[in-house]
C-alpha cells in the first residue's frame, strides 16, 4: 500500500512564529509527531511519503502515487485540512483522518465525505482500521471505546520521513494524560486522567535515531505534562542523563508541565542536569477565586509567585500561560496577569480569552446552562469567546486586547528577557563545578550564523531599543556568557509579536463591533433575557 500522510497547514497564531522561523533559516517550527508515529505503527511493507503543509506542497505526482491519503491535525488546521481532504477526494483518493481535530469532532470531517475516521489513539484504532481494510470496506468509524494503549509498546516514529532541515525544534513524546481536573481543558478527554509514560529506554532509542540521522538541535518533550508522573518522570531523566553525558549533551531540552513542579526541588534538578532548558507553565491567572472554580488547584498549593521564582532559580526558563474570561472575574483580570507577569520576569506569555472546547467539562457546563454561542470553538488569540460569559464580553475584549498590547511591547518584554536570564545565570546548575556538562562539538550550522546577525541588526541597529539591548548583551557576556545564544533567540521573538499584536488588535475588535451590532439587533426583537449570575467555587 502506498500511503501518503498529510499534514495541513497552521493559521496564523501566537505559535506559527513565521518571521522567528523566517531568521534562523527555517520552514517551520516543529515536526508532525503525530503522522510520523502512525507510520510506524501501520504496516512496514508499507510505502510511505510524507507532506507538510506547512514547508512544502503536494505535487501531481504525489496525488498519482498514492493508494490511500491520511490526514491528523489539531482544531487550528481545521481549515487547511478541509481544503487538503477535498483536493484528494477531487482525485478519487480515498481518505482517512485521525488526530486531535478529528477525535474531538469527527461529525464535521464525517459530512465532508472522510472515509475512514481512525479517531481516540492510533495504536488501538489504527489495527481496527487495517482490519476493514482487509476485507474491502470503503468506510467506517473505529472508536478505542475508552481504552487507554500501553505506550511502552509504540515503535520508535519514523523521523526518517522528515525532511529535518526544515524544523527549528525536534518532538519527542513521553508520555500522555494529566491527572488533574481542570475545567476548561480536553487533553484529559483525549488520553485520560491517569498519565501513561514509556520506559527510559524508549525514549533513549527515540533519541538515538534522531541522533543517528545527524539532528543536533533542541528537542520539544510534547507531553502535556511532563510530570504527571513525577516518579517515573525521575527514572527517565536519570536514565536519560547518562547516554546524554555519553554523547556530550546534543540535545537541549523543553516541556510543558504542571507549576507543582515548583515543590519537587528533585524533579527540577534532574530536569537541568539532563540539559532542560525551559517549562511551560499553565499559569492561567493569579486569581485565586477562578482557579478554583476551574478546578486548576494545583495552582493553588502555594502562591504562584514563589512556584514561578523557584522553577526559575533552578535554571529553568518560563513560558507562562495565561487566560482571561472565568466565570465570576473581577474587574481588572487582564491587568493583574501583565503585573504578574512583569513582577516575575516571564519572557514569553501565552495570552488568550476563554474558549470552552468540545468534551470538556467547561463545555458541557455551558451547554447545559445555554450559555455556548453559535459558531466554532477556537484555540487562538484573535477570536472572541464562543460562549456567553459573566462580565459583559465588551469588557473582557478590551482589557485582553490592552493586556495582550502591553505584554509585547518591545522595551517591556526585552527588560523582561534580560531580567529572566539573569536570575537563569545565577542558577547552581551553571556555577557549580560538579555539575558542568562536558558538551561535544556540535557541527557548524550556517543558517544559525546567518540568523545570529540579523537578531544583532534588527535588535541592535533597526529597533528603537538598539541601545538597551547593547547594554543586556554587554551585562549577559558578563553575567551569563552560556545564557546568550538563547537570550538572543528569545530577543528576537519580538520580530514575531510586534506585527502579531497589531492583529489580535484589529481582529478582536472587528468581532466585538459585528458582536455588539449583533446583540443589540437581537435586543431590539427579542424580551430581555435573565442576567447571568457568576457561579460560586
Given at each position: 500500500m502506498r500511503a501518503l500522510l498529510i499534514y495541513p497547514k497552521f493559521r496564523e497564531s501566537y505559535w506559527s512564529f513565521e518571521k522567528v522561523i523566517e531568521l534562523i533559516g527555517r520552514?517551520?517550527?516543529?515536526?508532525?509527531?503525530?503522522?510520523?508515529?502512525?507510520?510506524?505503527?501501520?504496516?512496514?511493507?508499507?510505502?510511505?511519503?510524507?507532506?507538510?503543509?506547512?514547508?512544502?506542497t503536494v505535487s501531481?505526482?504525489?496525488?498519482?502515487?498514492?493508494?490511500?491519503?491520511?490526514?491528523?491535525?489539531?482544531?487550528?488546521?481545521?481549515?487547511?485540512?478541509?481544503?487538503?481532504?477535498?483536493?484528494?477526494?477531487?482525485?478519487?483518493k480515498p481518505t482517512a483522518a485521525g488526530g486531535p481535530y478529528a477525535t474531538s469532532l469527527y461529525p464535521e470531517l464525517q459530512a465532508i465525505g472522510v472515509d475512514y475516521l481512525v479517531l481516540d489513539e492510533?495504536?488501538?484504532?489504527?489495527?481496527?482500521?487495517?482490519?476493514?481494510?482487509?476485507?474491502?470496506?470503503?468506510?467506517?468509524?473505529?472508536?478505542?471505546?475508552?481504552?487507554?494503549?500501553?505506550?511502552?509498546?509504540?515503535?520508535?516514529?519514523?523521523?526518517?520521513?522528515?525532511?529535518?532541515?526544515?524544523?527549528?525544534?525536534?518532538?519527542?513524546?513521553?508520555?500522555?494524560?494529566?491527572?488533574?481536573?481542570?475545567?476548561?481543558?480536553?487533553?484529559?478527554?483525549?488520553?485520560?486522567?491517569?498519565?501513561?509514560?514509556?520506559?527510559?529506554?524508549?525514549?533513549?532509542?527515540?533519541?538515538?535515531?534522531?541522533?543517528?540521522?545527524?539532528?543536533?538541535?533542541?528537542?520539544?518533550?510534547?507531553?502535556?505534562?511532563?510530570?504527571?508522573?513525577?516518579?517515573?518522570?525521575?527514572?527517565?531523566?536519570?536514565?536519560?542523563?547518562?547516554?546524554?553525558?555519553?554523547?556530550?549533551f546534543p540535545f537541549t531540552f523543553s516541556t510543558e508541565a504542571s507549576v507543582d513542579l515548583a515543590a519537587d526541588q528533585e524533579l527540577m534538578d534532574l530536569m537541568v542536569d539532563c540539559n532542560f532548558g525551559a517549562v511551560f507553565l499553565g499559569l492561567e491567572t493569579p486569581d485565586p477565586a477562578s482557579l478554583e472554580?476551574?478546578?486548576?488547584?494545583?495552582?493553588?498549593?502555594?502562591?504562584?509567585?514563589?512556584?514561578?521564582?523557584?522553577?526559575?532559580?533552578?535554571?529553568?526558563?518560563?513560558?507562562?500561560?495565561?487566560?482571561?474570561?472565568?466565570?465570576?472575574?473581577?474587574?481588572?483580570?487582564?491587568?493583574?496577569?501583565?503585573?504578574?507577569?512583569?513582577?516575575?520576569?516571564?519572557?514569553?506569555?501565552?495570552?488568550?480569552?476563554?474558549?470552552?472546547?468540545?468534551?470538556?467539562?467547561?463545555?458541557?457546563?455551558l451547554k447545559a446552562e445555554g450559555r455556548l454561542r453559535e459558531g466554532e470553538a477556537h484555540l487562538n488569540q484573535t477570536s472572541l469567546m464562543n460562549f456567553v460569559p459573566t462580565r459583559p464580553v465588551e469588557t473582557i475584549a478590551r482589557e485582553y486586547v490592552d493586556g495582550f498590547y502591553a505584554l509585547f511591547d518591545a522595551r517591556k518584554y526585552l527588560d523582561r528577557t534580560y531580567r529572566h536570564y539573569r536570575v537563569l545565570g545565577a542558577a547552581d546548575v551553571h556555577n557549580n563545578p560538579a555539575r558542568r556538562k562536558h558538551k561535544a562539538p556540535k557541527p557548524k550550522d550556517p543558517a544559525a550564523l546567518r540568523a545570529l546577525w540579523t537578531v544583532l541588526w534588527r535588535q541592535g541597529v533597526v529597533r528603537?531599543?538598539?541601545?538597551?539591548?547593547?547594554?543586556?548583551?554587554?551585562?549577559?557576556?558578563?553575567?551569563?556568557?552560556?545564557?546568550?545564544?538563547?537570550?538572543?533567540?528569545?530577543?528576537?521573538?519580538?520580530?514575531?509579536f510586534l506585527p502579531y499584536r497589531e492583529r489580535v488588535k484589529e481582529q478582536i475588535e472587528s468581532q466585538l463591533q459585528v458582536f455588539l451590532e449583533t446583540e443589540r439587533e437581537r435586543a431590539e426583537q427579542a424580551p430581555a433575557r435573565p442576567v447571568i449570575q457568576a457561579r460560586v467555587a
Open positions: 520552514r517551520s517550527m516543529m515536526p508532525p509527531l503525530g503522522l510520523i508515529t502512525v507510520a510506524a505503527i501501520l504496516p512496514q511493507d508499507w510505502e510511505f511519503r510524507l507532506r507538510d503543509r506547512n514547508i512544502e501531481e505526482e504525489d496525488w498519482d502515487w498514492a493508494e490511500v491519503v491520511l490526514f491528523s491535525g489539531m482544531l487550528v488546521q481545521k481549515a487547511d485540512m478541509h481544503v487538503a481532504i477535498r483536493e484528494a477526494q477531487a482525485r478519487g492510533g495504536e488501538i484504532t489504527i489495527p481496527l482500521w487495517l482490519a476493514d481494510l482487509a476485507r474491502g470496506s470503503k468506510g467506517g468509524i473505529y472508536r478505542s471505546g475508552g481504552e487507554k494503549p500501553d505506550v511502552t509498546l509504540t515503535p520508535v516514529p519514523r523521523f526518517d520521513l522528515l525532511d529535518l532541515d526544515a524544523y527549528a525544534e525536534m518532538a519527542v513524546q513521553y508520555s500522555r494524560g494529566c491527572p488533574f481536573l481542570c475545567e476548561f481543558c480536553d487533553i484529559i478527554v483525549l488520553y485520560g486522567r491517569k498519565p501513561r509514560t514509556k520506559t527510559p529506554e524508549q525514549i533513549v532509542r527515540e533519541l538515538q535515531a534522531l541522533y543517528d540521522l545527524g539532528w543536533r538541535r533542541p528537542v520539544f518533550v510534547v507531553d502535556d505534562n511532563f510530570i504527571g508522573n513525577k516518579k517515573n518522570a525521575k527514572e527517565m531523566l536519570r536514565h536519560l542523563h547518562g547516554w546524554q553525558v555519553e554523547k556530550g472554580l476551574t478546578k486548576k488547584k494545583q495552582n493553588l498549593k502555594q502562591s504562584l509567585d514563589d512556584s514561578v521564582t523557584a522553577i526559575a532559580a533552578t535554571g529553568l526558563r518560563i513560558m507562562g500561560g495565561f487566560i482571561i474570561g472565568f466565570d465570576g472575574e473581577a474587574p481588572g483580570a487582564g491587568q493583574r496577569i501583565v503585573d504578574f507577569v512583569e513582577r516575575n520576569n516571564i519572557p514569553l506569555t501565552t495570552f488568550s480569552m476563554l474558549q470552552a472546547l468540545p468534551g470538556t467539562a467547561l463545555w458541557d457546563r528603537k531599543t538598539r541601545w538597551v539591548f547593547w547594554g543586556y548583551l554587554w551585562d549577559m557576556f558578563r553575567h551569563n556568557r552560556g545564557g546568550v545564544a538563547s537570550f538572543l533567540t528569545l530577543a528576537a521573538y519580538i520580530e514575531h
